[in-house]
């Protein structure tokens, strides 16, 4: 009986949601869907000592069977699969010896990002210990461009650098490699990014540069078993891989996960698979870390050492980092990592974190004239944003895409004005892939590159009309695409916030791309007061009760504004403005949260953090 009442209660809450849906009128509309993953949730709860709520939350994540549930929950560093297995590999390992041993001038190229930074940390320290002869070399955002270019070989030709190896870039480059090795250069690629391709009578022909030896898990002839590596963690591999074949010992080099851990969230990787185990490893390493550099960013930002997750990086240490290659160059996050004192670290801390702050104050203006051209001009009644800011700092492209295409849920490309040209980034959504949309287009283009997710492309100025019509006429996205779908975990009364809940979730660490928090749901949520917070007064501290009587904590961080207006919407203007006396009666919502406990002064009192509302 409890079952049956169990999917009747569920499909009332999907009914509610519906009729909830239909009744918006918000710009943006989404689609809440319950998951309905079965399995033997008290079973598993059993096995590996967790409740059957934490086993639902597992299964909803796909992670099936006994060997793939015991790596989630509690994979190591021993789990990892071997580097060896990486296509090229080998070649790329017998190349690095041989040019050690003969001592040989060896250059790392990175790229100008978080993850292009770390990677040339992983390479020059692993390749310096090894006693390697070796120096570093980063493009200019501006006078450089991305990745490998002639200007770059030409630079280390002159400097009589015998072998080149890049990290976070590369994999595009197949001219400028023809090129070094025309000059006799030694090249090896180290990258994760897409292989470029071309259409050759209906079947796709990828196109590998010809270096000496290419390491890209996402090469098509490359049996890796995982293929979400970032480009730090490709060279985190390759650093292992030459340790061993020189017999020296791996772990020496294990306190280099705390830049695979810090690149793969700042670069959005997946935190699934062999990403889940750097990240949490990294994490660990983070929480206790000898660098100089890191230790003096986190006191600079405020982020507690002994609690620094994911979440820290994606929003206050990796925009730092990254601020250096976006204003500044990237040079500084890389010196940042290899401060021998504290002085220097916490001088080079600050510059970064006033470079982010500067970034910051660019980004909204930017980010507001990006707003108007959507809801003003034509170009916000297309399915694919082709957003031309011409004044707009190229190098703030990316983020103001990411924020347009986080607002309106569409693909997004903001493009802005360069030294050569038009330069831009994009920023997608899961149904639009981005890098084979471009590549529909790239008659248009000077360069372009990227994956599903995130793209940059240079294209000439007058191009950049003819690029919004093309990209548009190729798109096949319907309406319901454009829709944000919610994946709900599961229905649950606010009673279940407890405690000992809250600390079971932790289990499920680290959160981010490919392994979201948790979403929990609940229908008729009734507002009994609420109170304006924050800097801006733009969030609500809220008392809210369900169905079942149970009164807690919520904290809203979305606009205020749109949930009194949708308050307003149905209950009218009056009853919107009484939830701030607590004399409110009568207005509820449904609503998506993620549970916490709120710790004042000793006492701990539960408390959800509401994520959607309808």
């Known amino acids: 009986m409890a079952a049956l009442s169990y999917v009747i209660e569920r499909r009332e809450f999907e009914a509610d949601l519906s009729a909830f849906y239909r009744g918006q009128r918000n710009k943006r509309m989404e689609q809440w869907v319950l998951l309905r993953k079965g399995a033997d949730f008290k079973a598993i709860g059993e096995k590996f000592h967790i409740s059957p709520r934490l086993a639902c939350l597992i299964r909803n994540r796909d992670i099936i ?27 790329a390992v017998s190349i690095l010896m041989e040019k050690i041993k003969a001592e040989e001038k060896i250059r790392i190229i990175g790229d100008y990002d978080i993850d292009g930074v770390c990677a040339t940390y992983i390479l020059l320290e692993g390749l310096e210990n090894l006693g390697a002869d070796v120096d570093i070399d980063i493009p200019d955002r501006i006078l450089d461009g991305y990745g490998l270019n002639r200007h770059l070989i030409d630079r280390a030709f002159e400097a009589g650098v015998d072998t080149i190896v890049t990290c976070d870039n590369g994999i595009a480059a197949a001219e400028e490699i023809a090129y070094g090795k025309s000059l006799g250069m030694t090249i090896i690629v180290t990258d994760h990014h897409e292989v470029p391709y071309e259409e050759r009578e209906s079947e796709r022909c990828y196109l590998l540069p010809a270096a000496d030896a290419v390491v890209d898990p996402k090469r098509g002839d490359c049996s890796y078993p995982f293929k979400g590596l970032c480009g730090a963690a490709v060279a985190y591999k390759l650093v292992e891989a030459l340790y061993g074949a020189m017999g020296k010992d791996a772990e020496d080099m294990d306190y280099l996960m705390e830049e695979v851990a810090i690149a793969t969230v700042g670069d959005v990787m997946d935190l699934i698979g062999e990403n889940r185990i750097f990240v949490k490893q990294g994490l660990e390493m983070l929480r206790r870390t000898s660098n100089k550099g890191l230790k003096a960013l986190m006191e600079c930002t405020g982020v507690e050492a002994g609690r620094v997750s994911s979440y820290h990086i994606g929003f206050v240490l990796g925009p730092c980092m990254n601020a250096s290659g976006r204003l500044d160059t990237a040079k500084r996050a890389l010196e940042l990592l290899r401060a021998k004192t504290k002085k220097e670290a916490d001088i080079l801390a600050g510059d970064l974190k006033a470079l982010n702050d500067s970034r910051k104050d660019m980004t909204e203006e930017a980010v507001r004239q990006a707003e108007i051209q959507v809801e003003e001009t034509p170009v916000g009644r297309e399915k694919v944003l082709v957003i ?35 330069k831009g980034s994009g920023r997608s959504i899961d149904t639009y892939h981005m890098y084979e949309e471009l590549s529909k287009c790239k008659n248009l283009f000077t360069r372009y590159g990227g994956h599903r997710l995130a793209a940059g492309l240079s294209l000439p100025k007058e191009n950049v009309e003819r690029f919004r019509q093309a990209v548009n006429a190729v798109c096949t996205l319907s309406e319901k695409d454009l829709q944000e779908k919610v994946s709900i975990d599961m ?30 749901a609940e229908k008729n949520v009734e507002i009994l007061y609420a109170k304006r917070i924050g800097r801006n007064k733009n ?51 449904s609503i998506t949260y993620y549970p916490g406990i709120n710790e004042y002064m000793g006492r701990k009192t539960p408390q959800i953090i509401l994520t959607h509302f309808q």
Request: net charge negative; charged share 25%.
């Open 491 to 520: 229905q649950m009364p606010f009673s279940c916030v407890t405690e000992r809940f809250v600390e079971e979730l932790e289990l499920l660490e680290p959160f981010g791309k490919g392994n979201s928090k948790p979403v929990f």
């Open 388 to 422: 031309y800011l011409p004044d707009c700092h190229e190098s703030l492209a990316g983020i103001v895409a990411g924020r347009i295409r986080e607002k309106y849920y569409k693909p997004t490309y903001v493009l802005t004005e360069a030294e050569e040209g038009v």
């Open 539 to 589: 969030m609500l501290k809220l008392q809210v009760k369900d169905e079942a009587g149970t009164a807690i904590e919520a904290l809203y961080f979305g606009e205020a504004q749109s949930l009194l207006d949708a308050i307003a919407g149905k209950y009218g203007r009056a009853q919107a403005e009484r939830i701030f006396t607590g004399q409110c009666r009568g207005v509820k919502m």
């Open 65 to 91: 069977g006994d060997e793939n549930i015991e790596n989630y929950l509690y994979g190591t560093i021993a789990d990892l699969y071997d580097g060896m297995l990486l296509q090229d590999m080998d070649r």
